[in-house]
């Protein structure tokens, strides 16, 4: 059987919940477990106020409603991200420019970030890949000196931190996600984390569908009704229900997944040494969430020849992203500036499987298969 990329975990306790959920009376949003949810990430990561959602897309999406874009309005981000960092802001019509990675590594290039802050930007969005922090002091200074809104796209990111800070604790606003491929997983689920509080009274009311609905319930109102524009971003409590029972094994879910890390950095550090790829690179103020081991190799042909091989070897390894200023949607909106360092993790970058279940004998076999691969090449 073929070794595949991902394979969702469920613990177990996440079914208990979701009979409790069923049972409770209230399966719509913000019920028990909903509540539950939000209190255990404001404690845990240190945020303000959290708002669950149906996917990180919404959460995004109910951030760009609360900044308020208008047409002009200009947005910094990466280039290599997924399309969900960048559409919602489309949607509220903004425009974006995207910015380099590093050399070093795919996260965004704060020292280049400046050069694009024009009169017209409004924020900037940085995103965490990989689980690796962006140098966040760098990215608030810049942001405190422009008056520019910082959201962080954690949804790589879940318990990693920046100078012990967790991820999605210092920015405006951070964002997580519960997609079936992340750490922790309700199949399709996200949390807006609100850090600034001028934005949660608002919140609240664009999370539920632009009503004073929350505030009626609080007992703060005697009726409630329509008082914003807003939209439908609460998922059900039975999905609350499963986020609940995967926090509650986030400690082991974490500690297993760096241990498959750490494997494949110890089994594949002397290939690397030998110049056949790179391994991921993370600085002393970022610490590791085993969200994902990728390789870099010296090039797209060796790259795809690796892809190939370990598939015939019955290892499915994926590439990642396509930088978003190439894309078929994006590129007649470019300005044209070339973003090599993103065009080189497009074209370099290969994930190895990672999942929760993956046994460490599994990872020892894969990392042999791509030693048996440097070895043919080097003959
Ligand atoms: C997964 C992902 C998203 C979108 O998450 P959804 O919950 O699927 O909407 C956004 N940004 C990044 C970097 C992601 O990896």
């Not at 690179?281 to 085993?290: E, H, L, M, Q």
């Amino acid at each position: 059987m073929k070794i595949p990329f991902n394979k969702p975990w469920f613990a177990g306790h996440e079914i208990q919940h979701i009979v409790n959920a069923a049972y409770s009376g209230h399966i719509s949003g913000n019920g028990p477990y909903t509540r539950k949810c939000h209190s255990l990430f404001e404690e845990r990561y240190g945020i303000k106020k959290c708002f669950l959602t149906t996917s990180c897309t919404d959460a995004f999406e109910m951030a760009c409603l609360l900044i308020g874009f208008k047409p002009g309005d200009e947005v910094i981000m990466p280039s290599f991200t997924f399309v969900s960092t960048a559409n919602p802001f489309l949607l509220r019509g903004a425009s974006i420019r995207f910015a380099d990675s590093t050399a070093a590594h795919p996260n965004i290039d704060v020292d280049a970030m400046e050069a694009l802050i024009t009169p017209a930007t409004k924020a900037i969005v940085v995103v965490h890949y990989a689980g690796v922090a962006v140098d966040m002091d760098a990215v608030m200074h810049l942001a405190a000196k422009h008056e520019l809104v910082v959201i962080e796209d954690a949804a790589h990111a879940i318990e990693s931190t920046y100078k012990g800070k967790p991820l999605g604790s210092i920015g405006h606003f951070g964002m997580f996600s519960f997609h079936e491929t992340k750490n922790i997983s309700t199949g399709e689920g996200g949390m807006l984390a609100i850090n600034d509080p001028k934005y949660i009274r608002r919140a609240e009311i664009i999370w539920e569908k632009g009503t004073d609905r929350a505030a009626f319930f609080r007992g703060e109102t005697d009726k409630y009704g329509w008082v914003d524009i807003g939209s439908s971003f609460l998922p059900s409590d039975i999905t609350a229900g499963v986020l609940y029972g995967q926090m509650q094994q986030a400690d082991e879910i974490q500690k297993k997944r760096i241990e498959i890390w750490n494997r494949y950095y110890h089994n594949l550090k002397p290939l690397a040494d030998q110049g056949f790829f790179e391994l991921p690179r993370i600085p002393d103020y970022a610490v590791n969430n085993g969200h994902m081991f990728y390789l870099l190799m010296p090039d797209e042909q060796g790259r795809n020849e690796m892809i190939d091989y370990l598939n015939a070897n019955m290892v499915q390894s994926v590439f990642h992203y396509l930088p978003l200023h190439r894309s078929k949607f994006f590129t007649p909106l470019h300005d044209g500036r070339a973003l090599p360092n993103a065009d080189r993790f497009a074209a370099t970058l290969l994930r190895l499987p990672f999942f929760y279940e993956l046994p460490l004998t599994i990872v020892d076999m894969i990392c042999e298969r791509i030693g048996r691969f440097c070895a043919a090449k080097n003959s």
